[in-house]
């Protein structure tokens, strides 16, 4: 076997959450791109539905599968839906996540039914979603990813709520690579600054604005990053050549940190 075939997910099958719009669609197209066969799971079901249909045009088996994964129960019919459409599950990634309302907060100032809806889109579906996946894992195990952000590290005034969901995602990645090895490998992905729908309802940074951001973040590869950067990571978490790779938080950043 050649080096550049330890890179393939040609036969894996794969759930992505999150996976209509932004970093989730990257990773799903990704993942289809290097083999694997792939079920988009999100709210929206014109991006889904779209998703899945650029899946198919590479050449793999592609679903779109709406769910709300703040819903009781709702993972548990992703977990099953995908589960029969694909034959297994052997790829999963936990990526629906985000800034509900778009807006950060202080944490003085989060009322509590907000702080709940960052806890239970960012840090619970998370937990949740990994169960599920461990379960529908054949004798011959699987891997998931996790997305994190780069919000964990120090101080993040007017994001706590967002930055202390995202650390416990790295604290479960830590936790559930030691409990479900060797049979799963767990790992997380922990994204600098990318360009995507949320990244500019949460900010309010586009178009020609995007270069001042490249300019005042200091980012050392001079650039804001792309969905593309982190799919290639997640690739390279997916398959084989991370084989021996398993409770770890990789930054994916051009050099930036938070």
Do not use: C
Not at 61 to 89: C, N, Q, W, Y
Not at 113 to 126: E, Y
Not at 166 to 175: E, M
């Amino acid at each position: 076997m050649s080096i550049l075939e330890d890179f393939s997910l040609a036969g894996q099958r794969a759930v992505v959450t999150g996976g209509g719009k932004g970093i989730g669609r990257g990773i799903a197209l990704g993942l289809a791109e290097a083999g694997a066969d792939v079920v988009i799971a999100a709210r929206s079901v014109d991006q889904i539905e779209a998703v899945a249909a650029e899946v198919q045009a590479l050449g793999r088996k592609g679903m779109a599968h709406r769910v709300d994964v703040t819903e009781p129960g709702a993972l548990d019919g992703l977990g099953e839906a995908a589960a029969s459409f694909l034959g297994g599950i052997d790829i999963w990634v936990n990526n629906a996540g985000g800034l509900p309302d778009a807006t950060g907060r202080y944490l003085t100032r989060t009322p509590e039914d907000k702080w709940d809806s960052q806890v239970d889109l960012n840090m619970k579906a998370v937990w949740q979603g990994s169960v599920v996946a461990a379960q529908h894992f054949g004798d011959t195990g699987g891997t998931i990813i996790n997305i994190s952000s780069e919000t964990h590290r120090g101080p993040q005034p007017k994001n706590g709520p967002y930055a202390a969901a995202k650390a416990a995602v790295n604290s479960l990645t830590q936790t559930l690579s030691a409990e479900l090895a060797p049979r799963v490998r767990v790992n997380a992905i922990s994204p600098g600054p990318v360009l995507t729908e949320n990244f500019v309802d949460s900010t309010g940074y586009e178009g020609d604005n995007i270069t001042i951001i490249d300019k005042a973040m200091r980012i050392p590869l001079g650039r804001i990053g792309t969905d593309r950067d982190i799919a290639h990571a997640a690739v390279f978490l997916a398959s084989p050549a991370a084989g021996w790779i398993t409770g770890q938080i990789l930054s994916v950043t051009g050099g930036w940190r938070s």
